[in-house]
């Protein structure tokens, strides 16, 4: 009778034993990737709920590298960097840019994208690149409260105003007015607002501040980062920039003026 129950104690172990590998293999043939699907058309999801867009599709063509299945994990972007230390996600591919701030809590791939901020002017401010920008005395800076741009003005402008309102809409209002004379946000943002008001607002593309884009990994993930550098380095040779260039420069030139290439570069 003992015999037969260390029997079957021996069966249960090994079942379970098999039963965990396999869920540790299947766990390792998934490469969960963490966005927030808010930005189009970099991270959206379509109207079936389906995540989409430019980060999807390089989250993708990354797994196919690594032959690895990819679950996009749709989280908000402040807790995208917590979920990667808790190890819910492997890997944040969603716009995230790179930092020093952030270096200290997490590992970055090298540049893969690049964000530029622009500049919405009034058209009664005079202004018609950075330079003048920065260099003319007293220019009226507006922005959401916290913006990363306010500080960009207040360390290089001179002797600048600053006008910080609650969001986006109401420092657009603003500069529409006439009561601000600039507002430097993100390439998408400056001109949905020169659109919304095009008598009174123009764009200038010229980069006002300039943010490289990484993927971000656990800081003791030094395989996984030497493998996306690789797919970072081929992603011309892959034909990944070709299949972004196909299904979203029309978009892009939409909703910014400029095409995919205008993110592949600093200038």
Request: proline share 3%.
């Amino acid at each position: 009778m003992k015999k037969k129950i260390v029997i079957v104690l021996l069966i249960t172990i090994l079942v379970l034993s098999l039963s965990a590998c396999k869920s540790e293999e299947k766990k390792s043939d998934v490469l969960r990737v963490g966005m927030e699907l808010k930005w189009p058309p970099f991270e959206m999801a379509n109207t079936d709920g389906k995540a989409e867009g430019i980060s999807v599709l390089i989250a993708e063509e990354l797994g196919k590298y690594l032959g690895k299945e990819v679950e996009i994990v749709d989280l908000s972007f402040g807790s995208l960097i917590p979920a990667l230390e808790t190890e819910k996600i492997d890997i944040i591919i969603g716009s995230m840019g790179i930092t020093e701030e952030r270096k200290q809590k997490i590992e970055f791939s090298d540049p893969y994208m690049y964000f530029k901020l622009i500049t919405a002017v009034n058209k009664d401010s005079g202004i018609t690149n950075v330079e003048e920008l920065f260099s003319k005395e007293g220019v009226r800076f507006v922005a959401p409260k916290s913006f990363s741009s306010l500080d960009l003005a207040r360390n290089k402008a001179n002797n600048p105003q600053i006008l910080e309102f609650d969001d986006k809409a109401t420092a657009s209002l603003e500069l529409a007015n006439g009561n601000a004379d600039a507002f430097i946000v993100d390439a998408v943002t400056a001109v949905s607002v020169a659109r919304t008001y095009p008598d009174k607002i123009d764009v200038i593309y010229e980069p006002a501040d300039v943010s490289p884009i990484g993927m971000g990994m656990r800081k003791d993930d030094a395989e996984l980062k030497e493998k996306v550098n690789e797919f970072i380095s081929k992603m011309d040779e892959l034909g990944v920039n070709d299949k972004i260039r196909e299904q979203y420069d029309d978009i892009l030139q939409e909703k910014v003026g400029k095409g995919y290439e205008f993110y592949l570069n600093e200038k």
